[in-house]
């Protein structure tokens, strides 16, 4: 089966500039998650979406992060403005609602350098 | 809340060396234990997971046993290989569909 795709790979801005991320979770997927990893640090959950409601967005800095999924398939990340801070790896995994629905498939990411 | 703590990297060892990455967690209740494994320019694939007390993950020729004594998830491989140098996350979560919460990180390479 296809895996988690993303796009961009690889974006560079300024900062106050605006980004925005995609993502396709696996076909079926319910749960679709976004992440930011700083280098050298794991993974941190920014939001959580179960079908095309949020479930936890408590780390998304809504003053300047903004995620939908509409028609619970696909997922955008925006940021807008960028600050330098906001250089990092931008994961998005989706999970399957069932038994085994804690295992998280990720995407290759988004590297994103902002200048 | 919960954590997860693993020791820091960077880790070098010589191909065919014993392996040991320190994982431990804090948690309330009975969480689910995962290591995943990044390899350069990918992202996280699951490498094993452990979901009960007294569990053994294992996959590739690494192991994991979720010891709830010692709150404990320790990654282990008998011999490492080139191919295994990539940067491995303990990681935690409480229920199913729920929020993961992974540690830092531990890079490892391999060296022939």
């Known amino acids: 089966e296809a895996g988690v795709a993303q796009s961009p790979r690889y974006k560079i801005i300024e900062k106050r500039q605006s980004v925005a991320f995609w993502c396709n979770p696996i076909?079926?997927?319910?749960?679709l998650y976004w992440y930011q990893q700083i280098l050298g640090q794991g993974p941190k959950l920014l939001i959580q979406?179960?079908?095309?409601?949020?479930?936890?967005d408590s780390q998304l800095p809504k003053d300047r992060f903004s995620a939908e999924r509409l028609k619970g398939v696909d997922s955008t990340l925006k940021i807008q403005p960028a600050k330098l801070e906001d250089s990092a790896v931008y994961l998005c995994?989706?999970?399957?609602?069932?038994?085994?629905?804690?295992?998280?498939?990720f995407g290759p990411g988004t590297r994103l350098t902002v200048t | 809340g919960d954590s997860v703590t693993q020791m820091e990297g960077p880790v070098t060892l010589s191909e065919e060396a014993f392996l040991t990455i320190n994982c431990t967690y804090t948690a309330t209740g009975y969480p689910s234990l995962f290591w995943y494994v990044q390899y350069p320019g990918e992202g996280l694939q699951l490498l094993l997971k452990?979901?009960?007390?007294?569990d053994k993950g294992s996959n590739k020729g690494f192991e994991a046993t979720y010891r709830k004594e010692t709150t404990s998830f320790h990654l282990e491989k008998g011999s490492v290989q080139v191919s295994d140098s990539a940067v491995y996350f303990c990681a935690l979560s409480r229920n199913t569909g729920n929020q993961f919460y992974f540690g830092t990180g531990t890079s490892l390479t391999v060296i022939p």
């Open positions: 076909s079926g997927h319910a749960t």
């Open positions: 452990a979901t009960k007390a007294d």
């Open positions: 979406f179960q079908n095309n409601g949020v479930v936890d």
């Open positions: 995994a989706s999970s399957f609602q069932g038994i085994n629905s804690y295992e998280q498939y």
